[in-house]
């Protein structure tokens, strides 16, 4: 199985700042990497596919690089809204294999 | 609308059976992968299987094959868990998800399964 480790586990920023949480991949995944916003209470919403591609309606201000094993998400301009966890996910091959998330709370 | 809505959860027995319902509305269920994912209290998502478009195939997770049976009904637009043998550490909320080869773009509300004597 494909191990995903996320950093950090918890994340207090302001609001304003730029925040940039990380996943890597026990092998390469070929850009197979999604993330997840879940606010709290509420089902996750795919915010990133395809390690960089926008899903649709999702805020121009959160981003998604990377490349084989290592990837990251980035939240621009933080908003009061964007306290939530958020998960990476990769698809590339089964099982399909979800980070251990991180939990955004704000200063 | 894209509308994902669970049924069937409750409390069961370790070793106990429970089937959970998925009801699809929206868009065209049987041109989709379907998946069901867990998330037990406190924890992570688990992905526990998905099924192809017309029903011929199904993937599980190492930790529920042979346990966990997918299905789906496309004349309906539902998708079914079943759930048997069933251990404590299966305590979770299940989510019905759709998969658009890109992610999974739509999530049910979860329905809460509970394993307990």
Known sequence: DIQM??????????????????????????????WYQQKPGKSPQLLIYNANSLHTGVPSRFSGSGSGTQY??????????????YFCQQYYDYPFTFGSG???EIK | ?????????GLVQPGGSLKLSCVASGF??????????????????????DIKPDGSNTNYAPSVKNRFTIS??????????????????????????RESGDGFDYWGQGVMVTVSS
């Open chain 2, 72 to 97: 789906r009904d496309n004349a309906k637009s539902i998708l079914y868990l079943q759930m048997s043998n069933m251990r404590s550490d299966y305590t979770a909320t299940y989510y019905c998800v």
């Open chain 1, 102 to 104: 991180t939990k955004l």
């Open chain 1, 5 to 34: 480790t996320q950093s950090p586990a918890s994340l207090s920023a302001s609001l304003g700042e730029t925040v940039t949480i990380e996943c890597r991949a026990s092998e390469d995944i070929y850009n197979g990497l999604a």
């Open chain 2, 28 to 49: 065209t269920f049987r041109d989709y992968w379907m998946n069901w994912v867990r998330q037990a209290p406190g924890k992570t998502m688990e992905w526990i299987g």
């Open chain 1, 72 to 85: 990251s998400l980035k939240i621009n301009s933080l908003q009061s809204e964007d306290v939530a966890s």
């Open chain 2, 1 to 9: 609308e894209v509308q994902l809505v669970e049924s069937g959860g």
